[in-house]
């Protein structure tokens, strides 16, 4: 029975990395369309968003399936427990994605895009993809290492808000504008979120020890 289980449970992650697949290059796309003001790009990212929702659907199910059938503990329980929790923080993650792709719909003025923002992204994919090689890899000290790349991430938004507040007060005509591109800094933070989310995950799959990504990143800055 346990060589049925692991095919099931490795079946399980394959579905797991194609969503995560599918999660990267959702973003990569919404980021891209920003940039260049391609709303038939845009448009396809709204698209594929249904096919992640039934990917993410269906690893929740599957994953129920298998805990019900095999009653399964240690590793195996872990490894259940994380693909149902990755799978919901992949689909919200290409969530954020249509959120980036829909300003891009919306913004009825062509304006220069923040310089920001595509870094930001591009740092953001980059979470998403070492977060899926540690899974693939199952190493917890590389899935560590995305806790520390979120630090950029928050840069990025600062100096996204520092820049909007110089564009609305040289060009005014402006403003509304650049506070669309403000809303899509904050949803790319939210989306590093849930890739330390899931590199959580990954951590306490593989090691049974619950590790919170605050302990590896830097002290928060103190309000003065």
């Known amino acids: 029975m346990n060589s049925f289980k692991d095919k099931e449970i490795d079946s399980l992650f394959a579905h797991v990395f194609e969503l995560g697949t599918m999660a990267e290059r959702s973003m990569r796309d919404a980021v891209w369309s920003l940039s260049r003001q391609d709303k038939n790009i845009a448009r396809s990212v709204l698209e594929g968003d249904d096919d992640a929702d039934a990917l993410a659907l269906e690893i929740n199910k599957v994953s129920f399936q298998l805990i ?10 872990r490894a259940l427990e994380a693909c149902i929790r990755m799978a919901l923080d ?7 994605s249509v959120s980036v792709a829909r300003v891009t719909l919306d913004l009825g003025t062509p304006i ?6 595509q ?5 953001v994919i ?3 993809n070492t977060a899926m090689t540690a899974l693939l890899k199952r190493d917890s000290i590389l899935a560590k290492e ?9 840069d990025f938004e600062d100096a996204a808000f520092a820049e ?20 899509v800094a904050r949803v790319l933070e ?18 049974g020890v619950r590790v919170r990504a605050s302990e590896y990143r830097r002290p928060m800055k103190e309000d003065h």
């Open 119 to 123: 870094p930001m992204g591009e740092q």
């Open 164 to 183: 909007v507040m110089r564009i609305a007060m040289d060009s005014p005509a402006l403003a509304a504008g650049g506070n669309k591109l403000v809303n």
């Open 90 to 96: 992949l689909e919200r993650f290409t969530d954020l």
């Open 190 to 207: 939210r989306a590093g979120d849930h890739v330390t989310n899931v590199a959580e995950q990954i951590c306490y799959m593989l090691t």
């Open 126 to 128: 980059r979470m998403l």
């Open 112 to 117: 220069k895009p923040l310089e920001n923002i």
């Open 68 to 77: 019900a059938r095999y009653q399964p503990v240690a590793f195996d329980l």
């Open 146 to 154: 995305v806790f520390a790349m979120d630090d950029e991430v928050d």
